[in-house]
């Protein structure tokens, strides 16, 4: 009915809802919005209503009213009992919200003043422009070169800030083929306003056509694996004998022992504070300072690719790595007199 209007075509209300979970989250919107409005307006009218009967003019005198017990508790526990009700919904579509399901396809993305840089596991990479097949969940690992971004797509009704020194995520499965507005929502700078670009959900046919372009410098693994060689990482990770560095082999999503007692996950987020900052954990049996800080040597997308290597060392991590390429054993230059034990490594 609105829609006829010119203008307001041109200005919708809502985004279309163009992803799984957009109509759970538009439903409880609409559930709150419709809740606080029937307050609004019992509560607005009670006010005029009592205005009204106890006006001066109509009710001089002053009555004491003495409290009731049952009527208390009833606008007690009905408002809680409707409160737990949004808690509950609520906390259900975060729950979901911060699990991606397993088979999620990963794509990597790093914001930075004023664009967002897009990684795909095949090695493809864009700006301003995602592109993600229909019906697949997707899940997003976002990080920032600079200062806090934020990651939004209305019509999939996701957002998630995106902030330095770490990794964010969120996931979506979209379900209607089309271009979607993406933009950054958190002030960023003063090019703020121009962090925006698309989200292209393609059929999965056009997709696999798109996608097939890949990465001109190989997959996101292979890209790893290169930058892992230059800056000379494989001389004391060696990968399948103990050199002065742990083994990366099977480390992917592994307990790791550290030498203070504490056992820690290999996730990515364990993987990038490895890469940039060493010494913050140092697994135990191994001495620190070995390792030279690759903070301000590599950017995220750097480490992203190097985390994407290390992945593909372990068979069986995320299914997202399972469709890249798992390159072929890598022999590591060995140095002519591979220290046999870890803490004769201090040179
Ligand atoms: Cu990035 Cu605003």
New binding site residues.
Partial sequence: MLANVPLLADFPLFPVAASEQAPGIDALYWFITIISIVMTIVIFAALAYFAWVYHSKRHPHATQIEGSTKLELTWSILPFLVMLVMFAWGAQIFYRAQNPPKDAMEIFVT?K??MWKIQYPDGTREIDELHVPVGQPVKLTMASED????FSIPAFRVRHD?MPGHYNSLWFTATKPGRYHLF??????NQ??G?IGWVDVLEPREYANWASGGGAQGSLAEQGEKLFQQNGCATCHLLDQQGRCPILRGLYNKPVQLNDGRTVLADDAYLRESILDPNAKIVAGFEPNVMPNFKGQLSEENVIQLIAYIKSLSPGGPASQQGTQQPAVVIAPRSANPPKVANAAQH
């Fill in positions: 914001g003043q004023w200062v806090i971004h934020s995106v950054c929502t958190e002030y960023c700078g703020h306003a962090m």
